[in-house]
């Protein structure tokens, strides 16, 4: 680690991010095996059909856990737009779309980011509630559990969009970011120009943990 790296995250919110980021595409991968007749010889990987709706549905039960702990932890972080700064944010696209010379201080997350964690976390609900009512269809009137499949489907595109879109501004999109959800560290430089106004808190709180110095008094990690 160089020094003057900020902590922008802890280990538990990284083994959550991380039990969620994985419950999910192995949810993708393993429903495309049941729903695609196409898909189907990835049930051949997980010993047959029946295996793998077994490992679908108990992926299903941590994806569950992981959602429900990831919506306490970041709920008031990014669940909730805060006005007008990330309105400013959305005018110019955050200088995703096209070349903006001072892109609009947002807080640790940018309207970007919540939009996909209100995604993962409305997507993700909908498929929790199918998903149980298809495990246990006959708790229910047929006739409604029929629509839970169209409804998981959609719940799935969804997600399955999103997930590749948060892969490449999690990479490619945004240099610098990735040490973030694997060491829980950030090059300062890189933190001032994608979230100066978090910065810019942090360090008027003194809850800044700086890599190679000393902890100001009363100063503590960020968990969000």
Request: aromatic share 14%.
């Amino acid at each position: 680690m160089q020094k003057g790296y900020v902590q922008v995250t802890d280990s538990y919110e990284r083994i959550l991010h991380w039990m969620l980021a994985i419950s999910c595409l192995l949810l993708c991968v393993t429903g495309l095996g049941m729903m695609f007749q196409t898909f189907n010889f990835i049930g051949y990987l997980f010993g047959g059909l029946k295996s793998l709706k077994l490992v679908h549905n108990f992926t299903g039960l941590v994806f569950a856990a992981s959602l429900i702990l990831v919506i306490r932890m970041w709920w008031k972080e990014a669940g909730v737009f805060v006005f007008p700064e990330d309105l400013e944010w959305i005018k110019v696209a955050g200088g995703y779309l096209w070349h903006v010379d001072k892109v609009p201080e947002t807080g640790k997350y940018n309207p970007g980011q919540k939009l996909f964690f209100l995604t993962v976390v409305g997507a993700g609900i909908l498929m929790i509630i199918t998903g149980l009512i298809m495990w246990f269809p006959t708790a229910l009137p047929a006739g409604l559990v029929r629509w839970m499949y169209p409804l998981h489907a959609l719940g799935f595109v969804a997600i399955f969009a999103f997930f590749f879109i948060h892969l490449y501004l999690g990479t490619i999109g945004n240099p610098g970011t990735v040490p973030a959800m694997l060491t829980g560290w950030m090059d300062r430089a890189v933190l001032k120009k994608q979230h100066p106004g978090w910065l810019k808190e942090m360090e008027h709180e003194g809850k800044l943990v700086v890599y190679g110095e000393e902890k100001k008094s009363g100063a503590h990690g960020h968990h969000a």
